[in-house]
């Protein structure tokens, strides 16, 4: 749940979403569920040259299970509440063992 509530915070942020079919996609979040499923406005591939087939298409659903990697700028990271979270989480998954 933290790692979704975590994409929640980058909104309307610009990341580059890196597939596991090695295909890189950079745009806009504009919606994400519990799944990591990822919606992209204003979409475009990195390597253009390499995958031209795809520059036409400006909004993406990306489903969950393909995304490899997300990457997003470190200015956008929202430390202080990262921590809190992860911390509210360790405290959970403890108090769950005890």
Request: glycine share 4%; no cysteine.
């Amino acid at each position: 749940m933290l790692i979704f509530s975590f994409f929640k915070t980058l909104m309307n942020q610009e990341v580059t979403v890196e597939l596991k079919n090695e295909v890189s996609i950079r745009g806009t979040i504009k919606s994400v569920d519990q799944f990591l499923n990822i919606k992209l406005d204003n979409a475009s591939v990195v390597d253009e040259l390499k995958w031209p087939h795809m520059s036409s298409t400006r909004d993406m659903f990306i489903r969950g299970s393909v995304v490899r990697y997300v990457h997003i700028p470190s200015a956008t990271v929202d430390i202080g509440l990262l921590e809190d979270a992860t911390r509210r989480e360790a405290d959970k998954a403890k108090a769950g063992t005890a």
